[in-house]
């Protein structure tokens, strides 16, 4: 199981700290390899500092697709890589809705992220409209082609589904909408790489009740978590609710 926070602008360095710390004491070691935390950009240098030495992947919710130059208020995924950052958000609903982020700039981050031997997280998903006039999967596949467009395939490359009617807002995906969805990817993603699996979290109003019903199904492997990251016992709660 893959178990991913996306801390969105929550938390300002000291209460990103003390949260790294108080899980590092309650996380079994032997659990450590399987987390991946996306803090805000302001805690990069807490969580380098915290994590880096340690088994748990971290990265930034958003890069751009150059590494250097004039581009005010973006970050660096090459900077981010020097700090120990291992992969890194691409394409979440959020940048799409709120920040005009383009399905073919997806494309070129990811492009990017790969030369630098950082892991994209890509996020895929349909709106309400979307799913009420049944376009689920004609929205996702589109998503996901065009964001892998100059996908190595060759390198690591992680997938999420977060239907963004159930993001942040209590509304969860049935097991078996949410299955359905991973399913129809995972036979995407076979035709464009049949040599290669690839791991599908399910984000949206995920937490320690609703867990288990979604992780025993069959193509969903693990989560990227939103509401439920920001304390260490609903996170870690979980994962327990579905060993
Ligand atoms: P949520 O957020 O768990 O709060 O719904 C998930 C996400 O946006 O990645």
């Known amino acids: 199981m893959i178990l991913a926070a996306n801390w969105k602008l929550n938390k300002d360095p000291q209460e990103a700290k003390e949260f790294y710390l108080e899980f590092l004491e309650k996380c079994p070691q032997e659990s450590w390899s399987q987390f991946i935390f ?3 950009a302001i805690n990069f240098e807490t969580t380098a500092e915290c994590l ?24 660096s995924a090459s900077l981010a890589k ?3 950052a291992t992969h890194v958000l691409v394409g979440h609903s959020e940048r799409r809705q709120f920040f005009g982020e ?3 700039g997806v494309a070129l981050k990811i492009k990017n992220l790969q030369s630098l031997g950082l892991v994209p997280l890509l996020c895929v998903g349909e709106s309400l409209e979307e799913r009420e006039s049944r376009k689920t999967e004609s929205v996702v596949e589109e998503q996901l ?8 395939f060759s390198k690591e490359i992680l997938l999420a589904y977060e239907p963004v009617w159930a993001i942040g807002t209590g509304k969860v995906a049935t097991p078996e909408e949410a299955e359905a969805v991973h399913k129809f990817l995972k036979t995407i993603w076979n035709e464009l790489c049949p ?16 867990s288990p019903q979604l992780f025993s199904q069959k193509s969903i492997d693990g ?15 979980i994962m327990s609710a579905c060993l």
Do not use: H, M
Not at 195 to 210: D, H, R, T
């Open 195 to 210: 040599s290669k699996n690839i791991q599908i979290l399910y984000g949206g109003s995920v937490k320690a009740e609703n």
């Open 145 to 152: 082609r065009t964001a892998l467009e100059f996908c190595d």
């Open 82 to 84: 020097k700090y120990g």
């Open 38 to 40: 996306f803090p805000s």
């Open 102 to 104: 383009t399905l073919k």
């Open 223 to 237: 989560f990227l978590v939103g509401g439920a990251s920001l304390k260490v016992d609903s996170f870690l709660g």
């Open 52 to 75: 880096s030495s340690k088994s748990i992947s971290w990265g930034l919710q958003n890069t751009y697709y150059q590494n250097e130059g004039a581009f005010t208020g973006e970050n």
